[in-house]
């Protein structure tokens, strides 16, 4: 990390916080060399020369690490988010050096914004690497049984979402490590806000775009109804009314098709679904939700600033 | 004319809306180029008003005027600085931190008088090279105002005598005005030509240290001639056996007849003021008379 080019309060944020950095750039690198190493081994002969048909133990580990992965990418915005309320804010009001860094030239303006600044910056790189990382292990084991495209994990560790979410986090943090002065407590809070903020919006995310129907006669099966990829949100049959009802209404006269129309006027299967094309627009819809709100909690830390220190 | 580095009025603070007042109803002025001893008890209110005068705290009531962020140094009680940084990096930081001001050489003399290592990181220095790190960070600032607040606390003797030599040198070499409290009064006799006693959160006395001096006068007599003190202001009276010592302002000659009068020791003064709570406040603003603050 090299801080030849760094001025002023920035230079001190990362001389303070250098281990740190450090630390993230190692951890990109370790992810990077695992995931290199595991692709290979999922694709190469095995030990005896023979290339492996039956259990494949570098494929089994590489799914498993990319599950595990997508599950605890989950949780980098809020840590995130803990580190810049708690090391790089809180604690300067808890050990009394910010009455050192707000006697100086530069503005208390400047301290705040170095600070987030420097963040944010590692953040973005950070955070952008580490998708990367992951993509790269996904790609061989992606469309399998939790690895879809829509499922929790590998939907926020992919894509810019991942990147929009930590940045949230930093913002979340520059507003909580103000106004709470305890380190720890700071930490926590913060880890919590953010991490209920991610839960409510990715309870919503799939209703931000319409889903797409599909139907089809009664004689059929829901899975014919799915273009490839598609996230299947909702299925279910159709009366002649045009009426949703379960999927389950004719399963006591299958495969009598026949009974079941009579009694229940059903006539149709239908299905709700996201086609994969819905991945990118999801992505960016959300990550810009979360810029937004990002934008917002820095303009309140700001402004908190202001208001207490001039 | 001389200009004010600190003008307060009225100035009030109080933590949190229900709590005590920490200091209250304080009025001053300060001239450039004094060096004042900000002295009182402990919880007098000194920390508050060095955290004032930095900008550091906002007043609850009243105002105050200071130096610029740009030319007051501080130093806190606690001397605060980045436990992860070493002695080196915390003076690139004074350099980073106040760009165009940063006097690398006036910083690096304090250091190597202390013989710091740049090396060493903060978090496993002494108390005293801690303070030592601090204030050569403060001077490397070239401050205008000098905040500090009980600088020599940590350090023992000769270290404390060497400091503050530093400290007045420099503070005469550039004409810096500097506000230092303590409670410990002989800590600061000598150095300094202003006082200002806290005590309770109120002012007490403040003014020039010849002025307060001059204006009063130690009486010793028969405890019996007591009522012919009632047209001096009387600061503290005490009565051992049949004889009466008295601080006192006089307001008009002295009966020596009656009276031994001499003149106090600046410590008899201020232990006299702090004994008697109820006693007038001694604060001649008139002889400090300024045009604004120098920013």
């Not at chain 1, 750039?25 to 290199?36: D, E, K, P, Q, S």
């Not at chain 1, 993509?135 to 829509?150: E, I, N, P, Q």
């Not at chain 2, 200071?66 to 940084?85: F, G, I, N, W």
């Not at chain 2, 007849?257 to 232990?271: D, G, N, V």
């Amino acid at each position: 990390m090299s801080t030849l080019a760094l001025k002023g309060p920035s230079w001190v944020a990362v001389r303070q916080h250098r281990r740190v950095l450090r630390a993230v750039a190692g951890a990109v690198t370790a992810g990077l060399v695992a995931v290199v190493v595991l692709r290979l081994w999922a694709n190469s002969p095995d030990a005896t020369g023979r290339y492996v048909t039956g259990p494949n133990h570098g494929y089994d580990l590489l799914r498993l690490c990319v599950q595990y992965a997508g599950a605890g990418l989950r949780f980098l915005p809020p840590l995130v988010g803990a580190f810049v309320a708690g090391p790089m804010l809180a604690r300067e009001m808890e050990s009394g050096t910010w009455r050192l860094a707000l006697t100086q030239s530069t503005t208390p303006r400047a301290w705040l914004g170095s600070k987030v600044l420097v963040a944010a910056s590692v953040t973005v790189l950070g955070s952008a690497a580490l998708v990367g990382v992951y993509r790269l292990g996904w790609a061989r084991v992606s469309g399998t049984y939790w690895l879809y495209w829509h499922d929790q994990g590998p939907y926020e560790a992919s894509g810019p979402v991942l990147v929009a979410s930590c940045l949230l986090g930093v913002a979340v943090g520059a507003l909580v490590g103000q106004l709470i002065r305890r380190t720890l407590a700071a930490m926590a809070v913060t880890g919590l806000v953010t991490g209920l903020v991610l839960l409510a919006l990715g309870s919503v995310r799939w209703s931000f775009l319409a889903v797409e129907t599909a139907s089809m006669p009664l004689s059929g099966s829901t899975a014919q109804l799915l273009p490839p990829s598609a996230y299947l949100t909702d299925a279910g049959v159709l009366t002649t009314t045009g009426e949703r009802l379960p999927e389950y209404t004719c399963f006591a006269w299958d495969p009598e098709v026949g009974a079941c129309k009579a009694v229940t006027n059903v006539t149709a299967r239908y299905a709700d679904f996201h086609p994969l094309s819905h991945y990118w627009p999801t992505q960016l819809l959300e990550s810009g939700i979360l810029l937004a709100l990002t934008a917002a909690l820095l303009c309140a830390a700001f402004r908190l600033l202001r208001a207490r220190r001039g | 004319m001389t200009e004010t580095v600190i003008e307060a009025e009225g100035l009030g603070l109080r933590h949190g809306r229900r709590g005590a007042w920490a200091l209250r109803d304080v009025s001053l002025r300060l001239p450039e180029g004094r060096v004042c001893a900000l002295v009182g008890p402990n919880g007098a209110g000194k920390s508050s008003l060095l955290t004032l005068a930095a900008g550091l705290a906002r007043p609850t009531e009243g105002v105050i005027r200071a130096a610029s962020r740009e030319t007051l140094a501080y130093v806190a009680q606690d001397k605060p600085l980045y436990p992860q940084l070493t002695v080196g990096e915390t003076l690139r930081m004074g350099h980073e931190l106040n760009p165009g001001r940063w006097n690398a050489e006036t910083a690096r003399r304090i250091v190597e008088g202390g013989a710091l290592d740049p090396d060493a990181r903060v978090r496993s220095l002494s108390g005293g090279q801690r303070t030592r790190l601090a204030l050569a960070l403060a001077l490397g600032k070239r401050p205008g105002l000098l905040l500090l607040d009980e600088p020599m606390a940590d350090l023992d003797p000769l270290a404390r005598h060497q400091l503050m030599g530093v400290l007045m040198a420099d503070a005469a070499e550039n004409g810096t005005s500097v506000v230092m409290s303590s409670h410990i009064l002989t800590e600061l006799e000598g150095a300094c030509d202003h006082l200002l006693l806290l005590d309770g959160g109120r002012l007490r006395v403040f003014g020039p240290v010849e002025e307060v001096v001059a204006a009063h006068r130690l009486l010793t007599g028969p405890a019996a001639a007591s009522g012919g003190l009632a047209a001096h202001t009387v600061v503290e009276t005490r009565i051992t056996g049949r004889q009466l010592i008295a601080l006192v302002r006089p307001r008009g000659p002295v009966d020596t007849r009656t009276w031994q009068t001499a003149e106090p020791s600046l410590e008899e003064l201020l232990l006299a003021h702090l004994r008697s709570p109820g006693a007038p406040v001694f604060a001649p603003v008139a002889s400090h008379t300024a045009q604004g603050v120098r920013a």
